[in-house]
Every structure is written in structure tokens, then in C-alpha cells.
């Protein structure tokens, strides 16, 4: 019989920034398949979680941003999605904020970059529901960000 595991509750900030009609995305490769991510991290303890998100987009894209406002609140819970067996015990809570860019948006190279990153790239918003962006939740409100303008809210545990 295995043994129980712990859950672990892990808090994290990503980044929407938006420029020109564009929103800027890792691309990577993850378990064999390419797609996108938002940037985006960790919270160390201690960090607010709107500098979790200027960090890691700094970390990850080498552009400094604006935190303009939360967008969404966005649960993960493993034992609800397709990988419950592989991520057992894995509880994420990401809370997405609306940022822009500070600099030139076009100065992209960041200087801890995911293990999966294989790259950044400027997307038009219009494009995002036909790309592989994971969490797939997240298409439809990013893309609605062209037209609609920022909503916010809870999204609730989606994978």
C-alpha cells in the first residue's frame, strides 16, 4: 500500500502583460508537448505577492513591469485533473495580475529562466484560444482582454 502523501500548498504570482494588443509568453516545452506559459513564479516568504510577480517576470523575460492590478484567483488541485497520480499532494493557488511594461518591450532575455522555457514571444491577443497556453482556463479571459478590458475574479480550481 503507498504511502499517504502530504498535501503541500504552493502560492504563486503570473504575469498578463499586455503591450500594443499583445500579451508576452514563454514558450516551452513541457511533458514532450510545445506550448506557452505566462510568466511567472513562486512567492517567497515575506514577498508580497504583486513583487512575486515583477520578480519573476524579471527573472523569466529580463523586462521590469508595472503591476497594474489582480486579474484572477486560479486553484490547481491535483487530485481533481488528469495528473493526480504524478503531481499527488500538489495545491497551487496563482493569483494573475495585469501588468505593463516599463521599458522596451522588445528587450526580452531573462536571466533564470524556466527549465521548460525554450523562449519569449509577443502574441496577439486574438490568438490565444487557437495556442496550447496552459492552463487552458486562461485562453478565453486573456484573449477577452482585447475587447472586454480587465475583469477580475475567482476562476476556482482549473486545470
Not at 502574441?123 to 479571459?141: T, W
Request: with cysteine; glycine share 10%.
Amino acid at each position: 500500500m503507498a504511502e499517504p502523501v502530504t498535501p503541500t500548498i504552493r502560492t504563486s504570482a503570473k504575469a498578463v502583460v499586455l503591450h500594443d494588443g499583445h500579451v508576452l509568453l514563454q514558450r516551452a516545452n513541457w511533458e514532450g508537448q510545445d506550448c506557452y506559459f505566462l510568466p511567472g513564479g513562486g512567492q517567497h516568504p515575506g514577498e508580497p505577492l504583486d513583487q512575486t510577480a515583477r520578480r519573476e517576470v524579471h527573472e523569466e523575460t529580463g523586462l521590469r513591469v508595472t503591476v497594474e492590478r489582480m486579474l484572477w484567483l486560479r486553484e490547481y488541485i491535483s487530485a481533481n485533473h488528469e495528473h493526480a497520480d504524478t503531481e499527488a499532494g500538489t495545491h497551487r493557488i496563482e493569483t494573475i495580475f495585469h501588468c505593463t511594461p516599463e521599458g522596451d518591450p522588445g528587450r526580452l532575455g531573462g536571466h533564470a529562466e524556466d527549465d521548460v522555457q525554450t523562449g519569449l514571444e509577443w502574441v496577439e491577443l486574438e490568438k490565444l484560444p487557437g495556442l496550447n497556453l496552459l492552463p487552458h482556463a486562461l485562453r478565453q479571459p486573456i484573449a477577452a482582454l482585447a475587447t472586454a478590458g480587465p475583469s477580475s475574479g475567482y476562476l476556482g480550481d482549473v486545470a
